[in-house]
């Protein structure tokens, strides 16, 4: 005999979601790789405090990686285990803001124009389709070299690349729910335009936004590392991962460890967050599944 | 079919026009004065007050109304920074550079042949090794192999290029002495150049010796280049196999007795290869992108290279017209993707 099994009370889809996620392996596996980026970034400034600039021991130059320096030291002697440990807060802080800002304004413009249309929808889509004109980190290079080579710099160029992505998904979700009874209901019941877009519009974009946030983040992390190591992000002597592969580049047949840890750093967190946004996306929206 | 070629390049106009409205307005806003920026200390006030003259910097943004009412001439009106900058677009002048003062549109032309083999190298990499994977996958869904393969792939597109540029040459170049570190060709190598890509004009010149010195130093870039693409082209045939098997004709294909080899080969896989083919053509672009990191550590005499030279320089003439080349060949090579989409596959109908 079948045992029927029936809930006390329904499950949201938020708890389904969740107990799908902790079934999901690489995605647990991601969730500890990420915790531990964060983990150790918020750590650093209490257990090992850093000064970039004051930061060198000429005695200890180009160490191999020792007991004592774990990573080896760089050419000014600086300790590469703590540089990488501290780059993290870098890579982490500016690829997190640069996706958060884009997804505001990609979110916002997306709405707006799938809401409205008319010659505003063109005119955003217009706009979009010249950002999308530009490869890969093509555009942030472009910018960059433009602006000044900083790390805020950097951040603007990464977010203005990532931002029609997020147009595209809002613009998508709105243009299909426009029409739908429920938003036609509340137009009818007076709402403006404002309430209908934050209350019955965005909420409905939110799954597919989650999902691209947390795979974008893996990439402008990457795009960080890549300005850093062409000159136009980070600069020295701050221990930003792409910048420290930069300087690596320029002694690595006397010593290769400078610019492999940090390279290893990039690695793992990126994959971290690619194993994060993959399973996110299983979980949310199965139909995507093997997308 | 023709209607939908001519309204796909018709609307590339206002993009192409976006693009250079927009890189015509980076260009512009560089702090202060552009010619002091790109100068730098080395200007004397002669070589500044030539390069102003020379990028028309004298003259206004837009519209030269001050000039349109004191001479009441229409064509003053339109003497501006901004008109003279897109009558050069429009004729394919890019300028010169600020400091070797060779002509870019010239410059882009010789060197754009270096940066398309080593782009074609990775593609032919990242098929080569990426279809047959996710076939594999595909077919042992659920299994060790599968995982193995998708996490493989999950980390392709995880490294840094730069990075694993510099690792490749470590081992295979400086550890293994197995292949050159960095160039196009040996010194020693004599080819004088025909196409520009030196592998085929090695062959059409009769010097094999040369074209397979040109593909031993196209083997580290190109797998470098290509690891991304070779990442997204697993996944792509991988999951559009998975669909495909899930059919009704692959059921029939298997009901009527076929091997698996040719339910395989000849009903699933040539079905399931269109959007693959897709990915590898829309990634062309990112792959030209790429190049200027995969370049830089390669010292790959490509565009990539050389637009990253100009920047350390503040050679504006030649970013700005390495950026605008690139955007245009994206754009071009999607249009030519989605044509051959509806030429492939007659159930897509673009009325």
């Known amino acids: 005999m079948r045992e029927v099994r029936t809930h006390e009370k329904g499950q949201s889809l938020f708890q389904d979601a969740l107990k799908r996620f902790f079934r999901n392996p690489t995605g647990l596996l991601g969730l500890a790789i990420i915790s531990f980026f964060v983990i150790a970034s918020l750590l650093a400034p209490i257990l090992r405090p850093y000064d970039a600039r004051r930061d060198r021991d000429l005695r200890a130059r180009l160490n191999p990686p020792s007991a004592e320096h774990i990573f080896g030291t760089d050419e000014l002697g600086r300790d590469l285990f703590v540089r990488v440990w501290h780059g993290g807060r870098i890579s982490l802080r500016v690829g997190l803001t640069a996706v958060v800002l884009a997804l505001v304004v990609g979110t916002f413009l997306g709405l707006v124009a799938g809401f409205f249309g008319g010659w505003l929808d063109m005119f955003v889509t217009w706009l979009v389709d010249i950002l999308l004109a530009f490869p890969g980190i093509l555009l942030a290079i472009a910018i960059v070299a433009t602006l000044g080579p900083s790390l805020r710099n950097a951040l603007i160029a990464i977010s203005v690349t990532q931002i029609p992505i997020y147009v595209r998904i809002t613009r998508a979700v709105t243009l299909s729910l426009r029409e739908s009874e429920y938003v036609q209901a509340a137009h009818a019941l007076g709402s403006r335009p404002g309430r209908i877009i934050f209350i019955h519009l965005l909420p409905n974009g939110l799954a597919p936004l989650i999902v691209q946030l947390t795979l974008s983040i893996g990439v402008a992390v990457l795009d960080v590392a890549a300005l850093g190591f062409l000159g136009l992000g980070a600069q020295p002597p701050d221990p930003e991962w792409g910048v420290m592969i930069r300087d690596g580049f320029r002694q690595f047949l006397r010593a290769p460890w400078m610019s492999i840890f940090p390279g290893l750093a990039i690695f793992f967190s990126v994959v971290g967050f690619n194993l994060l946004g993959d399973a996110i996306r299983d979980v949310i929206d199965p139909r995507l599944k093997n997308v | ?351």
């Open chain 2, 1 to 351: 079919m023709t209607a939908f070629v001519v309204r796909r390049l018709a609307g590339l106009v206002p993009v192409l026009f976006g693009v250079s409205l927009l890189i015509f307005f980076i260009t512009r806003i560089i702090p202060g004065d552009p010619a002091i920026a790109m100068l730098g200390e080395r200007g004397s006030e002669q070589t500044l007050e030539r390069l102003r003259e020379e990028l028309g910097l004298n003259r206004p943004l837009f519209f030269d109304a001050t000039g349109f009412r004191t001479s009441g001439r229409l064509v003053q009106l339109f003497d501006s920074q901004y008109f003279a900058y897109m009558k050069g677009l429009v004729r394919g002048d890019l300028g010169r550079s600020v400091f070797t003062r060779v002509d870019v549109s010239e410059s882009l032309r010789k060197r754009f042949p270096a940066t398309f083999e080593l782009t074609l190298v990775a593609m032919f990499f990242a098929m080569v090794l990426g279809i047959p994977a996710g076939v594999w996958a595909a077919l042992r869904r659920g299994t060790i192999v599968d995982t193995s393969v998708m996490l493989l792939a999950l980390s392709g597109v995880s490294f840094p290029v730069f990075w694993l540029a510099i690792m490749l040459i470590y081992l295979f170049a400086v550890t293994l002495g197995w292949l050159p570190p960095s160039g196009r060709l040996d010194v020693s190598t004599q080819l004088q150049p025909l196409t520009g890509l030196y592998v085929l004009d090695g062959v059409l010149r009769g010097q094999w010796a040369a074209s397979w010195d040109a593909i031993k130093h196209l083997i580290l870039p190109g797998i470098a280049l290509g690891t991304i693409p070779l990442a997204i082209v697993v996944r792509m045939t991988r999951s559009s196999m998975l669909e495909v098997l899930g059919q009704d004709y692959v059921r029939t294909a298997r009901a009527k007795g076929l091997e698996e080899r040719s339910v395989v080969n000849k009903h699933a896989l040539r079905n399931a290869l269109l959007p693959v083919v897709t990915v590898v053509g829309l990634s062309f672009g990112t792959l030209l992108s790429g190049a200027v990191l995969t370049e830089t550590v390669f010292s790959w005499p490509g565009i990539g290279r050389w637009v990253f030279d100009a920047i350390a320089a503040r050679d504006y003439p030649i970013i700005q017209g390495g950026v605008i080349f690139v955007a245009l060949i994206f754009v071009l090579v999607n249009a030519l993707v989605d044509f051959s989409y509806a030429l492939i596959d007659p159930r897509i109908q673009y009325g």
